[in-house]
């Protein structure tokens, strides 16, 4: 069970990744076309900017759910690396726990709420004429997939702790 569990986060971050990279090449071909025909063209384009914009929020949003699993997030961890194993492990715990309330309260459902209120009032973009509320699901999306990879670092956490205690 835990092997297929594995091989589908294993294809998640493989997929997110993908996309944060395929997101990041058109923002970089956005803003390289933004430059040249306000450059070159004398006069910028109307929609690239907006599109950096827009690009710039799911590429921030997706690739704070790729750091969050590969622990590339800035942590303070001086005094943490005090304490003994059994503190350090119960500190991991909660705070893993603190970021998937947080997530779950604040990105998903309040990433749901602010989709929701946008796709309501209709919302379109100036140039573009896309609905914000589209630009913003990357909030409840990098959410969902924040408290996904909590959950699985706690059940690792807790997997890890039982195999080293001694059996009775």
């Known amino acids: 069970m835990l092997d297929v569990f594995r091989k589908f986060d294993t294809w998640l971050i493989k997929a997110l990744e993908l996309a944060v990279i395929l ?13 040249f025909t306000r450059y070159v063209l004398g006069h910028q384009s109307p ?10 929020i799911w590429v921030s949003l997706l690739g704070a759910s790729i750091g969050f699993i590969r622990r590339s997030h800035l942590g303070v961890d001086y005094f943490v690396g005090k304490l003994n194993q059994r503190w350090q492990t119960i500190g991991q715990l909660v705070v893993y726990l603190l970021v998937a309330l ?18 309501f009032n209709g919302q379109p ?10 630009v913003y699901l990357a909030v409840p999306i990098s959410g969902f997939f924040i408290v996904i990879f909590s959950i699985e670092m706690i059940a690792e956490i807790i997997n890890t702790s039982l195999r080293k205690q001694p059996k009775p």
């Open 102 to 119: 947080f997530a779950s309260l604040v990105l998903v459902y309040g990433g749901y709420r602010l989709v929701s209120s946008a796709l």
């Open 47 to 56: 929609w690239t900017e907006e599109l950096a914009r827009m690009l710039l």
């Open 125 to 134: 973009s100036a140039a573009l004429k896309i609905q914000w509320g589209y």
């Open 23 to 35: 997101v990041t090449g058109f923002l970089v071909i956005d803003v390289v076309w933004g430059v």
